[in-house]
T-cell receptor
């Protein structure tokens, strides 16, 4: 199993550009999430999905869109990049909604918006 | 507001020594508490998960404790190794108003183990 994979690993954008961060998992997990990690702050939830076709907002959803057409993939779209979106983005998956399930994280995408 | 506070922010110890990291939380309603290890440039990796009824849980040289009454947890690392150099993140799970389990992350303690 590859676990949770993310592409690209690094990306530089100009303000106003759009892009999609890819996330895939091969563990047949229902629950997937996107987080951002900024210096001096804990990880913050952007969006999450409890299954194909179902998504919901997290703590910091503004400026981001998600969709979940398959169990495996959960892409994160930046509609119009802003310097405030410079961050490291992590995708994670969990085997279910039960409270005890371990969450597996991808390796992250480091995004810089100029 | 749900919060997770970790101390110290950073710590330097000699290889072979023990250390203890602290976590205080105000998350409610509490579901479980997790400790993650995050190597530089990598995603977090789970070390332990504890519910309110579990006082201690071990994973090799890592031992986590939980006092649900005082809302405190600690992570003890025994006989540290250079590979223990990483950030250690305390995470508390709670049941959100939407009926799903969400996580509140601490800022982490950056541990450096030196020869």
């Amino acid at each position: 199993n590859a676990g949770v994979t993310q592409t690209p690993k690094f990306q530089v954008l100009k303000t106003g550009q759009s892009m999609t961060l890819q996330c895939a998992q091969d563990m047949n997990h229902e629950y997937m999430s996107w987080y951002r990690q900024d210096p001096g702050m804990g990880l913050r939830l952007i969006h999450y999905s409890v299954g194909a076709g179902i998504t919901d907002q997290g703590e910091v959803p503004n400026g981001y869109n998600v969709s979940r057409s398959t169990t495996e993939d959960f892409p994160l779209r930046l509609l119009s990049a802003a310097p405030s979106q410079t961050s490291v983005y992590f995708c994670a998956s969990t085997s279910g909604r039960t409270f005890y399930n371990e969450q597996f994280f991808g390796p992250g995408t480091r995004l810089t918006v100029l | 507001k749900n919060q997770v506070e970790q101390s110290p922010q950073s710590l330097i110890i000699l290889e072979g020594k023990n250390c203890t990291l602290q976590c205080n939380y105000t998350v409610s309603p509490f579901s479980n508490l997790r400790w993650y290890k995050q190597d530089t440039g990598r995603g977090p990796v789970s070390l332990t998960i504890m519910t309110f009824s579990e006082n201690t849980k071990s994973n090799g040289r890592y031992t986590a404790t939980l006092d649900a009454d005082t809302k405190q947890s600690s992570l003890h690392i025994t006989a540290s190794q250079l590979s223990d150099s990483a950030s250690y993140i305390c995470v508390v799970s709670f049941l959100s108003g939407a009926g799903s389990y969400q996580l509140t992350f601490g800022k982490g303690t950056k541990l450096s183990v030196i020869p």
